[in-house]
């Protein structure tokens, strides 16, 4: 479960970190009041789940009454990559000399957590870790004894910053991992970590992403209402208790596993595609749970065609088909192509009982992904030609 930044930044507050003051708003009017409470400037910024809002046009800095209302107006309502902003956070702006970036995560090929800190801050660290890695710096944690304070100021010399405060910043750090741990995240960050004039740090931002599997641990955050801030498509993914993940390609992926599914992403992007979904049914998913897949997959406007890639163990071949051609037989016309690669337990049966006229069937998993690329990329053309 992912947290919105004025949630996120209630635990960051709760645990000591320094953030800016702000207030929430759901209308025009709010945010105004919100603002001059505050004080100007403030920043007014769309509580979505996604990266890169500023340049999308989801922050803006005001000084006035004025500014702020033209803000509210121009955010609230608005579509942010596939978002629709329902609050924004009105928040003091921050007066800053330096941006850094902190964060804490999970390095699966160490098998430990690991602390990072960059004095790049205020892009996104993915672009940082794939242009300019050596700026990061990184300290992996044992998490039987936890971060040890040198740790913390070891990372933060490694990453060059300033003397000054670089103790307010290894601090800061301590406090992410352990809110990292108590807290059960899988990941958590700070970006931008503000550096003011007075040498004051600042969370302008915060990230904390939960392990879904530890809510149960964590009651207040699990009762924190989601499903109205996130878009359609991923509110019906958690009706339909689906792994999903929307992305901004035109195919549509499903397939059961996440391995199986990830590798699925990666060949449509090796083949020229873009991938517009992360979906995973599951194992053992009987056929409704296949036509809810393809229900879900039908509804993002962005798809152009869909692969389904199952390999069968506990999850049955036949069963998928039957659910693929319960979906497909309800439209008069099918709206996206579909092709299929079935694998493993009744994958026989499963390519005897699907209806060629619907679905287009390929034996290999290179082959069903190539003539899914092609079905988009004609796609593309045809409505560009339009």
Known sequence: MRLHEYQAKEVFAEAGMPIPDSELAETTEEVVEAAGSVGYPVAVKAQVHVGGRGKAGGIELVENDEEAREAAESILGMDLKGYTVERVLVEAAVDFVNELYVGVTMDRGEGKPVAMVSSEGGVEIETVAEETPEAIAREHVDPAFGMHPYQARRAVFDAGVDQDVATDVASVLTTLYQLWDDRD???????????????????????MNIDDDALFR??????????????????????????????????????NGAGLVMTTLDLVDYYGGEPANFLDVGGGAKAER????????FSDDNVESVVFNIFGGITRGDEVAKGINNALEQFDEIPKPVVVRLAGTNSEEGMEILNADLVQVEETLEGAVQRAVENADSASVTEGSR
């Open 185 to 207: 995240g899988s990941d958590v960050e700070v970006n931008p970590l503000m550096i003011t004039s007075d040498d004051e740090v600042v969370a302008a931002d915060a990230v």
């Open 290 to 297: 296949i036509a809810n897949a393809l229900d879900m997959v």
């Open 218 to 255: 964590q009651p207040d955050l699990a009762d924190i209402e989601q499903s109205s801030y996130e878009n359609d498509l991923e509110a019906k993914a958690g009706e339909y208790g689906f792994d999903y993940v929307r992305l901004e390609g035109n195919v549509g992926i499903i397939g």
